[in-house]
């Protein structure tokens, strides 16, 4: 890191002050200020969509100047493809990270699911599940947002049946194909989160009762 600077108490331009600031902290505040906007985009395209995703709105909500966004950004498709990783990272920290303590096979395999249904059913994003909305709304506009989601998507399925089939060789799951039974999993649970959306709880729960069928239980 550079020196701390010792010319504070000068009467130098705020402006030169600013070009003295050492580079990496201004490096930090600029990446911090992106992921900060971009989560913010991630829960607008939780409900409107992210089409819905402008630099505009989230200047207005965040009460930050279009022009900074835009620098920080770009191109609105910049700003989707990052709400894309916002989601994301958003995912990972709070289904997958925390089931990678649990014991490989059953034990992990239900930690993921349970912490799946958790996810779309709490308040992680204003519009349920960021995923399924974007990947409903981006399936058939080919491009790179869609792209992103897809390859996103399809790792996630992987994993899962990676997992899954970890869990067959232990003897703990069901003898199934393991790419199906990952794919029949997102079925349920994308289900899941539109009968959230519709203040459908009884399907949410026939959802769960679904998915722990799926696993033998």
Not at 110 to 120: E, G, L, P, T
């Amino acid at each position: 890191m550079a020196a701390a600077r010792s010319d504070l108490g000068t009467d130098r331009e705020p402006a030169t002050l600013a070009a003295a600031e050492p580079t990496d902290q201004r490096l930090a505040k600029g990446a911090r200020s992106r992921a900060s906007i971009a989560r913010h985009a991630a829960d607008v395209a939780s409900v409107e969509g992210l089409n819905g995703v402008t630099i505009g709105k989230l200047a207005t909500d965040l009460g930050l100047s279009k022009s900074g966004i835009a620098t920080l950004f770009g191109s609105k498709e910049s700003l989707q493809l990052a709400a894309v990783q916002a989601g994301r990272e958003v995912f990972i920290a709070q289904v997958i990270t925390p089931s990678l303590d649990e014991p490989r096979g059953r034990t992990r395999v239900r930690a993921m699911v349970d912490r799946w249904f958790d996810h779309i059913t709490g308040a992680v994003f204003p519009g349920g599940c960021f995923r399924t909305a974007a990947l409903t709304e981006f399936d058939s506009k080919p491009g790179p947002v869609r792209d992103a989601l897809a390859a996103d998507h399809n790792e996630w399925l992987s994993f899962l049946a990676k997992e899954i089939r970890k869990g067959q060789e232990l003897g703990e799951l069901p003898a199934a194909d393991p790419d199906c039974l990952a794919f029949q999993l997102d079925a349920v649970i994308t289900a899941a989160n539109t009968a959230r959306q519709l203040g459908d709880e009884a399907k949410v729960a026939m959802a769960r009762t679904i998915a722990a069928q799926l696993l033998g239980e």
